[in-house]
């Protein structure tokens, strides 16, 4: 099971990340934790991901706010409309 | 080509492009089945600097069906993985390989082997097993075959395997199949006129491929490692395909480098030759390949009334009529291509599977290789031929191309009389193979080099 939160999800794909669609959201990319060994070792802990090791979150379907993440070999997909939104609302 | 580039998507990743599959009982080992899979169509032996090489980031599986439904009871897999001895220098070798640890061999690749059981679970049977150099001339890869000889590992489970370059083994006069189907012997009766008839041309004779061959024993291969008691015992018949895949994501970084992400997803799929390159149609191609066999029943249609099959007739005015004239589902591909051939068909052969329809190799393992064996298979009187499963020098573009214009049709169906073209239709009449093989495993035979080869 993967151990992503709402929270986590959108700390880590709304930093740095512009376009709505497909959403790398890669610890080792320019985001808010690269400025901090402390924090970025931290949200990888409470994230459940290594150190280093990327995520993938795509939205396969805005109108019914499903979204596919890819994380190592493994695909899940969840549901959650107000996070499409708010994907969706971010400039 | 037998599925060289075969489909639009697959057309542009060539080191995921499965162009070819053979499925033999091993002539010089009978108690063993060759299984090969071909990669990276039409490669230019000259293609330098970054020579060939299988793909980091694709996972290339050989399936067998044992039970006939058209899915995978056993898989072997291989990844695959390049070792740069000098990022700091621009050639491949620095020197001549004499051997695959020569300190002049600069890019290597190596690769793992896994089986896969039909409950998904993977052992790795290998890994770190070494290939050899692409054939570049004699000075950078003297006694080439020597060479390749040391590529080839036998693994503790039992089974022998090389992966690596090789000379192209489909031979087929592609200018000609590909300008509106110019055929031989009759191409001066073809709608368009062209001129004088030519000799056909042997396309391929001079390109190579990626081979992954893997030899395994009998028993390993077989439902519950059963011995089959004779030609007739359903558990003789494998069902054969192979099949490459990639991550779902691959993200391009701003370094130069590429990040992959997700589960491994179907890019290619090869069982027969020539099935999605001839007879699935263009738009449904891309999605042919990322299906199993299992799945090919929505595909019936097109194998019970192939296009080429109306295409013929119309090319070639006056010259297939009885073809012209047939309508019905053409029961004798649906059982070539989708469930094999039941017993009595054919006189003391079967390949049948069931009725489960997918088009896979079908490979009867109690049938003995051929002592004078036929290009033609099944058709020139050889059960140890294609379509019973295929061997290297099977030409099965003639034999398929017959059996489309009707030649194996009264197999089926005693009402029809095939048409004289149908038995004599081909694209090279007569080709040469001298030296185009092996007698001995990964049977395909020395890759042409660059030095023997420069581009047209």
């Given at each position: 099971?993967?151990?992503?939160?709402?929270?986590m999800?959108?700390k880590?794909?709304s930093i740095?990340?512009?376009?709505v669609?497909?959403?790398?959201?890669?610890?080792?990319t320019?985001?808010r934790?690269?400025n901090?060994?402390?924090t970025?070792?931290?949200?990888?802990?409470?994230?459940?991901?290594?150190?280093?090791?990327?995520?993938v979150v795509y939205v396969?379907d805005s109108a019914t706010?499903?979204l596919?993440?890819?994380?190592?070999?493994?695909a899940?997909?969840?549901?959650?409309?107000a996070?499409?939104?708010?994907?969706?609302?971010?400039? | 080509m037998?599925?060289?580039?075969?489909?639009?998507?697959i057309s542009k990743?060539?080191?995921?492009?499965?162009t070819?599959?053979y499925?033999?009982?091993?002539?010089?080992?009978?108690?063993?089945?060759?299984?090969?899979?071909?990669f990276?169509?039409?490669?230019?032996?000259?293609?330098?600097?970054n020579?060939?090489?299988?793909?980091?980031?694709?996972?290339?599986?050989?399936?067998?069906?044992?039970d006939g439904d058209?899915?995978a009871?056993i898989?072997?897999?291989f990844?695959f993985?390049i070792e740069l001895?000098?990022p700091n220098?621009?050639l491949?070798?620095t020197?001549p390989i004499t051997s695959l640890?020569?300190?002049n061999?600069?890019r290597r690749?190596?690769y793992?082997?896994?089986m896969v059981?039909?409950?998904?679970?993977?052992?790795?049977?290998?890994?770190n097993?070494?290939?050899?150099?692409?054939?570049?001339?004699?000075?950078?890869?003297?006694?080439y075959e020597?060479?390749a000889?040391?590529a080839?590992?036998t693994?503790?489970?039992?089974?022998?395997?090389f992966?690596?370059q090789?000379?192209?083994g489909f031979?087929?006069?592609?200018g000609?199949?590909?300008?509106?189907?110019?055929?031989?012997p009759?191409?001066e009766?073809?709608l368009?006129h062209?001129g004088?008839?030519?000799?056909?041309?042997d396309?391929?004779k001079?390109?190579?491929?990626h081979?992954i061959?893997?030899?395994?024993p009998k028993h390993?291969l077989?439902k519950?490692?059963v011995q089959?008691?004779?030609?007739?015992?359903?558990h003789?018949?494998?069902g054969?395909?192979?099949s490459?895949?990639r991550?779902?994501?691959?993200?391009t970084?701003?370094?130069?480098?590429t990040e992959?992400?997700?589960?491994w997803?179907q890019v290619?799929?090869?069982?027969?030759?020539?099935?999605?390159e001839?007879?699935?149609?263009?738009?449904q191609?891309d999605r042919?390949n990322?299906l199993?066999?299992?799945?090919d029943?929505?595909?019936l249609?097109?194998?019970?009334?192939?296009e080429?099959?109306?295409?013929?007739?119309v090319l070639?005015?006056g010259?297939?009529?009885?073809?012209?004239a047939y309508?019905?589902a053409?029961?004798?591909?649906?059982a070539i291509?989708?469930t094999g051939l039941p017993?009595?068909?054919?006189?003391?052969?079967?390949n049948?599977?069931g009725?489960k329809?997918a088009?896979m190799?079908?490979?009867?393992i109690?049938?003995?290789?051929?002592?004078?064996?036929?290009?033609f298979g099944?058709?020139?009187?050889?059960?140890?031929?294609?379509?019973n499963g295929?061997r290297?020098?099977?030409?099965?573009?003639t034999?398929?191309?017959r059996a489309?214009?009707g030649?194996?049709?009264?197999?089926?169906d005693?009402?029809?009389t095939?048409?004289?073209?149908?038995?004599a239709v081909t694209d090279i009449q007569?080709?040469?193979?001298?030296a185009?093989y092996?007698?001995?495993?990964?049977?395909?035979?020395?890759?042409?080099?660059g030095?023997e080869?420069p581009?047209?």
């Amino acid at each position: 099971m993967l151990k992503l939160t709402r929270r986590m999800l959108i700390k880590q794909t709304s930093i740095g990340v512009g376009t709505v669609g497909v959403l790398a959201a890669a610890l080792t990319t320019k985001t808010r934790f690269e400025n901090s060994s402390n924090t970025k070792a931290k949200a990888a802990e409470e994230s459940g991901l290594a150190t280093g090791e990327g995520l993938v979150v795509y939205v396969t379907d805005s109108a019914t706010g499903t979204l596919t993440l890819l994380r190592g070999e493994r695909a899940t997909t969840i549901t959650d409309a107000a996070l499409v939104q708010h994907l969706l609302a971010l400039k | 080509m037998s599925s060289h580039r075969e489909a639009p998507e697959i057309s542009k990743d060539p080191v995921a492009d499965n162009t070819d599959v053979y499925a033999f009982l091993s002539p010089d080992d009978s108690s063993t089945v060759t299984l090969i899979a071909n990669f990276i169509p039409l490669e230019g032996p000259d293609g330098g600097p970054n020579f060939y090489e299988f793909g980091d980031d694709v996972v290339y599986d050989i399936h067998v069906d044992n039970d006939g439904d058209g899915d995978a009871d056993i898989t072997y897999r291989f990844r695959f993985n390049i070792e740069l001895r000098n990022p700091n220098t621009f050639l491949y070798n620095t020197g001549p390989i004499t051997s695959l640890n020569s300190p002049n061999f600069n890019r290597r690749q190596f690769y793992s082997v896994s089986m896969v059981n039909d409950y998904g679970r993977e052992t790795f049977l290998a890994k770190n097993l070494a290939c050899p150099p692409c054939n570049i001339g004699p000075r950078s890869t003297p006694n080439y075959e020597t060479l390749a000889a040391q590529a080839i590992h036998t693994l503790p489970s039992g089974e022998r395997v090389f992966a690596g370059q090789r000379l192209e083994g489909f031979y087929v006069d592609l200018g000609a199949v590909f300008d509106l189907a110019d055929l031989r012997p009759f191409q001066e009766l073809h709608l368009i006129h062209t001129g004088a008839a030519v000799p056909g041309v042997d396309s391929t004779k001079n390109v190579n491929v990626h081979t992954i061959a893997i030899q395994v024993p009998k028993h390993l291969l077989t439902k519950n490692h059963v011995q089959p008691k004779n030609a007739q015992d359903p558990h003789a018949v494998l069902g054969v395909y192979a099949s490459a895949g990639r991550r779902r994501a691959r993200i391009t970084l701003s370094n130069g480098r590429t990040e992959e992400y997700g589960p491994w997803e179907q890019v290619s799929r090869l069982g027969n030759p020539l099935i999605n390159e001839a007879l699935i149609p263009m738009g449904q191609k891309d999605r042919w390949n990322s299906l199993p066999p299992s799945a090919d029943h929505q595909f019936l249609q097109y194998v019970q009334h192939p296009e080429l099959a109306k295409l013929l007739p119309v090319l070639y005015p006056g010259v297939f009529p009885n073809l012209a004239a047939y309508s019905k589902a053409r029961a004798d591909l649906v059982a070539i291509l989708l469930t094999g051939l039941p017993w009595g068909v054919i006189p003391n052969f079967q390949n049948y599977t069931g009725p489960k329809q997918a088009d896979m190799l079908r490979l009867n393992i109690q049938v003995a290789p051929a002592q004078n064996p036929s290009m033609f298979g099944i058709l020139g009187g050889d059960l140890a031929g294609f379509p019973n499963g295929r061997r290297v020098f099977d030409d099965v573009f003639t034999i398929e191309l017959r059996a489309i214009a009707g030649a194996t049709l009264p197999l089926v169906d005693n009402t029809f009389t095939a048409d004289a073209a149908a038995s004599a239709v081909t694209d090279i009449q007569n080709p040469d193979l001298t030296a185009r093989y092996l007698p001995h495993f990964p049977y395909l035979g020395t890759p042409k080099s660059g030095f023997e080869v420069p581009a047209a």
